[in-house]
Each structure stands twice: as structure tokens, then as C-alpha cells.
């Protein structure tokens, strides 16, 4: 009982920082925008949020640094991309390399300091039910946040006049500019959301996954949300069901490992890389359930004639 | 908005060649800002950082020489991958999994002196190259494969495999392929005389130099000259001109994978065979990813790709001396590398636009 309590719960760690972070891309995506500087700017949100959690010793102004930090990174990528007109592409792998350069940089005092962990939260008596309680009424903050989050961006693309707004800008900007919307921003606006929400996933990872701050500590997350947003064909929920795949695939190579099957550790670490691949495959290959959701304009810049 | 972008009527001939000079200039001023954040005197630690490795130019003094050696054998690798990038990023295929490449290769490569550590002969050397190649080959075709069979994106499948390659190294250099007489030391055993590259007279420039500039040339030469190199311009500026032209996508697709794989991989061998001798944990300072830069600052251009190896490995040697120097972290390198590729892709854009700064209201 306590085994399987204990898997759940580091499963769900392992997949509160792939939620957030490809929710907001997600957002940024519908948009038409491709930002590939998801990793660069979950590194900047790691550091700064150790950083100031460990100066004032509260983990939640750490949170509001990650995502302060996340969104300010991303704004570069829009003065490039969106008034600049430059490919997208390459500014995104730019932003990436810019990002886990800054935090390194940034983090050199702070290696092998302790960090401050975003202690779980407990509700007496509903956070002592066993298996449930723990699970439903005793995670931290942003477990909760990332829940809202996917459930707040699924009703706001969907069932709002925002929502349609951001989708007629990612599908056909020609159009949307036509009616009289900022196509630029929209998309400015839809960036710095995705900024801020991949600054929260690396602040998890240095607040609650381990509260610690490693060069690195990133570790391809930010591609692998990338490669979930491709995986959940751009709707929502469907995030939510693949950040879940790839935690629990993420565990299972920890949950191996203490097994001593033999495996070598690093074999089952690049799991979650293959899967990745394996599972761009899978959703690549079935077309029709991918490619109508694909934001039309993806990748193209605006920049309005007049 | 303040500014505003305004189509050139035509493209700017002028800011094609002033754009990756501006580029610099902007981030040696950048440069001069973060070090005055960091407390140290901006210009003396801009000395330091990129005109010192450069000193013998003015001295002619020898000792002050070895930088210059050093400049070289740091920009060789970022040359042979940059330019195989540079083809890639020009038909509009994006391989950023490099750092993997040359992962693999070092791998099969260094295969040889692990499993026959006696076997001395110039073959040794040419049969190490050779796998390094088609190590860096067999792990691009991967992405290349999936591209053309599932339409699946390149960008991903490729970076996912530099994880899978550094923890396959990370697993052969600590458990079956360690140096038994290595201390218990994660690596294998040292690579002598065959299995090490070739020096240049008494100077530490080795084969791999040469090689990085052979590459760079054939290439140049291959895209200005060459059918392929056509018809690789043409599927990238305009995929459907392409396809009427009877060009092939896939073909492309394998092509650029291959020679861009191939030219990581031999990178990465070379670099196991000189500079770190023998298969570690950590065999590269991130080249698979500094020679995107390479490639852009180059202009998509082999030829380019060699020149801006040579200023990329500049910020790496002037990282290590303001290291030495000032005591500041060598990561500062990565920081000037990244803010130097915004740059690149800023200026790059007024070839194509005219900034205008508009007044008032915008409609």
C-alpha cells in the first residue's frame, strides 16, 4: 500500500512540470507561434526560482520568480519573432542555448546550497485517508495550478471569445488581421503565458521535484514538452493524459531500478527519451488524428502590409 | 509598437555581408554590459576575454602562439559540424541532435582501440575515422528515417537521441568499456600513438584541423557548384518549385542527415583521438550545439561556417582565460554565445526589412 502510494506520488511529481509547461506552449502554439525555447526557459525558471526561495526562504515568492522569470525570457523570443519577423525555428533553439547558458550562470553560487521545498499541503482528517487522502487533499500548490491550468486553458480556447480569438490567429492570421484583431498581440500575449507557465515547470523542478539547483537539472524536459503538445494534437486534456504517460514512464525506470534487475541505471534513465520518439511516431503515422488540429499558420510570421 | 518593419523593395546587398558583423559588434557591447553587472571593469575584461588568445598577432611573440593553436583545434570540430549544418539548415531541415552525432561517433570510433588495443598501424587511424563517420551517420538516420516514413518532426527525434547517446557513453565508459588498469576511473583506456590523431610538425595543430577545412571546402564547393548543392537551395527557399523540378524531399531529407551526421560523428572522433585521448563521460563543451550558431553566423555558408568556427572557439578560449584571468565563470561563454545567435537572427532580418520608426498612432 505505502509502495503503491509512494509511486503514485512521484509519478505525479514527475508530471506536474511536463503539464505545465506544454500547457503553455500549447497556448503559444494555437497562437501560430513555435517556440522551441521551452527547455532554455524552464532552466532560467529553475534557477531564479531556488534562487529566491533560497535568499528569502519562501518557496512561494520562488514560484512567482519562475514564472516571472519564464515570461520575461519569452519576451525576447517575441521582440525577434514577432517584430523582428525572424525565423522562429532558430530563434527558439536560440532562446534555449541563451536560457540554459543564463542558468547556469546564474545558479554557479547556488550548487550545493539546500534548497527550500514547497512543502505538500495537509488538510486534517481529509489528508489522513489512506491512499486518497494523500493523493486528492495532500499535494503542494502547483500540482493543483496545473490541473487548473489545463482545465482553465481547455475552456478558454474552446468556450470563450478569447479562446476563438487566439485560434483564428493561429489558423489564418491573413483573416484575423483582416477583421481588425492584433495578430502580433495576441501572439505577444499568448508567448509570455507559455514563457511563464515553462518558468513554473523548471521552478517545480528546484522547488518540489528536487529542491536543489544542478547544472542541467532540465534535462530535456522542455523537449519533451515540446514533443507533448504534438503528442496531445493540440487540445487540451489530452495534455493532461500524456504529461501522466510520461511521468509514469519517467518512474518506471526509477521503480526498476531499485528492483536490481541488472539493468544499467542509464538505460532505463533514456526511457523517457525513446518513448518521446516512439510516441511521435505513433501519433505522426495516424494522421487523421493529428493533423486537423494542427494550427494552420504554425511557424509562419505576420507581418502586416499596409 | 514603436518600430515597425517595412519590406525592402530589394534584398540588401550591403547588410548581407555587414549583418554578422554588426551581430558581433553588438555582442562584444552586451558583453561589456554583463561584465559591468558582474563588478569587473568592462573594457579591461573585454581585453581579456577576446583579444588576449589573439595577442601574438601584435607581439610575434612564440610564446604567445599556443592560443592561437588552441583557436584552431577548438574551432576544427565547430567547422566540420557547422558546415554540415549549414547544408542541412538551407534546404530547411533542421538537425539539432549534432551533439549526439558526435556522440555516436566517438563511440564506434573508439570501439577499435577498446576491443583491439594493440592493433597499431596506419589502418588503426583510418578505420577509426572511417566509424567515427559511420557512427554519426547511423544514429542521424534514425530522425532522418521517422522524417521521411512517419512525417514525425526532425527538431525532436534528433535532440532526443543526444540523451540517449551521452547515457549510452556514460554507461560503456563506467561499466564494460573502463580501463581495468584505469583506477577504477570512469573512462577507457588511453588511445596511443595510431589511435591518437597526428600532429603537425612540432606544433599541437593535428589532422583533424586539416580535415575541418577539407570538409568546409568540399562543401562550399558542392553547394556553389554541384546539382545536389542546387537542388538542396532550391527544396529549402521553395519546397514546391522543387517538387515540379522532380526534386526529391525524402532524398533530401537523407542526404542532409547523412553528410551532416557524417561530419559530427568524424568530429567527434577526432576530438576523442587529440584533445581528451580516450572515451570519458563528457567528451565535448556542448560543439554539437555551438555550431547552430556556427552555421547561422556563417550564413548557411561551408565557407562561412569556418570563419565563424574560428570566433565561436574564440569565446570558448577567452571563457577559459577570463576564468584564469578575473575569476569569472567560464559559463559566461554559453551566455555570449546565445545572446550572439539573437543577434545573428535580429540583423539577418534587415536584409529582408527596413525598420521604421513610426510616430504617433498606429493603425
Redesign the interface.
Known amino acids: 500500500m505505502s509502495e503503491l502510494l509512494s509511486i503514485i506520488l512521484t509519478i505525479m511529481t514527475a508530471a506536474t512540470p511536463l503539464l505545465l509547461a506544454a500547457t503553455g506552449e500549447l497556448v503559444t502554439e494555437r497562437s501560430g507561434v513555435l517556440n522551441?525555447g521551452v527547455e532554455g526557459m524552464m532552466a532560467v525558471g529553475a534557477v531564479s526560482a531556488f534562487a529566491v526561495a533560497f535568499t528569502t526562504g519562501n518557496p512561494y515568492l520562488g514560484i512567482v520568480a519562475a514564472a516571472a522569470a519564464g515570461a520575461a525570457l519569452s519576451i525576447?523570443f517575441a521582440i525577434?519573432t514577432l517584430?523582428?519577423?525572424?525565423?522562429q525555428?532558430?530563434?527558439g533553439?536560440?532562446?534555449t542555448?541563451?536560457?540554459?547558458?543564463?542558468s547556469?550562470?546564474m545558479g554557479?553560487g547556488f550548487v550545493g546550497q539546500p534548497g527550500v521545498k514547497l512543502e505538500r499541503i495537509h488538510i486534517p482528517g481529509l489528508s489522513d485517508i489512506p491512499l486518497i487522502g494523500p493523493v486528492v487533499f495532500g499535494q503542494d500548490v502547483l500540482v493543483y495550478f496545473s490541473f487548473i491550468l489545463a482545465g482553465a486553458t481547455a475552456y478558454v480556447l474552446f468556450r470563450t471569445r478569447l479562446g476563438l480569438t487566439i485560434r483564428a490567429v493561429g489558423d489564418n492570421h491573413t483573416s484575423a488581421h483582416a477583421l481588425g484583431f492584433g495578430v502580433n498581440r495576441v501572439r505577444l500575449l499568448c508567448v509570455m503565458f507559455g514563457g511563464a507557465c515553462a518558468g513554473l515547470g523548471g521552478g517545480y523542478l528546484s522547488l518540489a521535484y528536487t529542491p536543489l539547483w544542478i547544472e542541467n537539472m532540465v534535462?530535456?524536459r522542455g523537449?519533451i514538452a515540446?514533443?507533448l503538445v504534438?503528442f496531445a494534437s493540440w487540445m487540451p486534456w489530452r495534455v493532461v493524459v500524456g504529461a501522466y504517460l510520461f511521468g509514469t514512464v519517467s518512474i518506471l525506470g526509477f521503480a526498476l531500478q531499485s528492483k536490481q534487475l541488472g539493468i544499467?541505471p542509464?538505460?532505463l534513465?533514456?526511457l523517457p527519451?525513446?518513448v518521446?520518439?516512439l510516441a511521435?511516431?505513433v501519433?505522426?503515422?495516424g494522421?487523421t488524428f493529428n493533423r486537423s488540429n494542427t494550427p494552420a499558420c504554425l511557424g509562419q510570421s505576420f507581418?502586416p502590409?499596409? | 509598437m514603436l518600430l515597425r518593419l517595412e519590406k525592402r523593395p530589394e534584398v540588401s546587398r550591403a547588410m548581407r555581408v555587414l549583418s554578422p558583423v554588426i551581430a558581433i559588434a553588438l555582442t562584444v557591447i552586451t558583453g561589456a554590459i554583463i561584465f559591468a553587472l558582474l563588478g569587473q571593469p568592462p573594457l579591461e575584461a573585454l581585453y581579456v576575454y577576446f583579444l588576449d588568445p589573439l595577442k601574438w598577432f601584435w607581439t610575434q611573440n612564440p610564446d604567445d602562439f599556443w592560443p592561437l593553436e588552441q583557436l584552431c583545434i577548438k574551432a576544427a570540430p565547430l567547422a566540420m559540424i557547422g558546415a554540415g549544418l549549414s547544408v542541412c539548415y538551407l534546404a530547411n531541415i533542421w538537425n539539432i541532435g549534432a551533439e549526439g552525432q558526435l556522440t555516436a561517433g566517438a563511440i564506434l570510433g573508439g570501439a577499435i582501440p577498446v576491443f583491439f588495443p594493440q592493433w597499431q598501424s596506419p589502418l588503426t587511424l583510418i578505420t577509426m575515422l572511417v566509424l567515427g563517420m559511420v557512427g554519426g551517420m547511423a544514429l542521424a538516420a534514425i530522425p532522418a528515417f521517422i522524417k521521411n516514413k512517419f512525417n514525425a518532426s526532425e527538431i525532436l527525434t534528433s535532440l532526443m537521441l543526444v540523451y540517449v547517446a551521452q547515457l549510452v557513453l556514460d554507461w560503456l565508459v563506467r561499466g564494460p568499456w573502463r580501463d581495468p588498469d584505469g583506477h577504477n576511473f570512469p573512462q577507457t583506456v588511453p588511445f596511443t600513438d595510431w589511435q591518437a590523431l597526428p600532429q603537425l610538425g612540432d606544433s599541437s595543430i593535428h589532422l583533424g584541423v586539416i580535415l575541418a577545412v577539407i570538409a568546409c571546402l568540399a562543401l562550399a564547393l558542392m553547394m556553389a557548384k554541384a546539382l545536389k548543392g542546387y537542388e538542396l537551395r532550391v527544396l529549402g527557399a521553395a519546397p514546391r518549385a522543387g517538387r515540379f523540378a522532380g526534386f526529391s524531399r525524402s532524398g533530401a531529407v537523407w542526404f542532409c542527415f547523412l553528410l551532416s551526421g557524417a561530419l559530427a560523428g568524424l568530429a567527434g572522433i577526432c576530438e576523442v583521438m587529440s584533445t581528451v585521448g580516450q572515451l570519458q563521460p563528457a567528451i565535448s563543451p556542448g560543439y554539437g550545439f555551438t555550431a547552430i550558431i556556427v552555421a547561422f553566423l556563417g550564413r548557411l555558408n561551408p565557407i562561412g561556417a569556418l570563419v565563424a568556427a574560428l570566433a565561436l572557439a574564440l569565446t570558448y578560449l577567452g571563457g577559459e582565460g577570463a576564468q584564469v584571468a578575473l575569476g569569472i565563470s567560464d559559463k559566461i561563454a554559453r551566455v555570449f554565445q546565445g545572446i550572439l545567435l539573437f543577434y545573428i537572427l535580429a540583423c539577418d532580418t534587415l536584409i529582408f526589412y527596413r525598420l521604421r520608426v513610426a510616430v504617433g498612432a498606429t493603425a
Do not use: F, H, K
Open positions: 522551441l525576447v525577434l517584430g523582428m519577423a525572424a525565423n525555428v532558430a530563434t533553439l536560440a532562446l542555448l541563451l536560457g540554459l547558458g543564463l547556469a550562470l554557479e534535462a530535456g523537449w515540446l514533443a504534438v544499467p542509464q538505460l534513465n533514456s527519451y525513446l518521446t520518439i511521435l511516431v501519433i505522426s503515422a494522421r507581418v502590409d499596409r
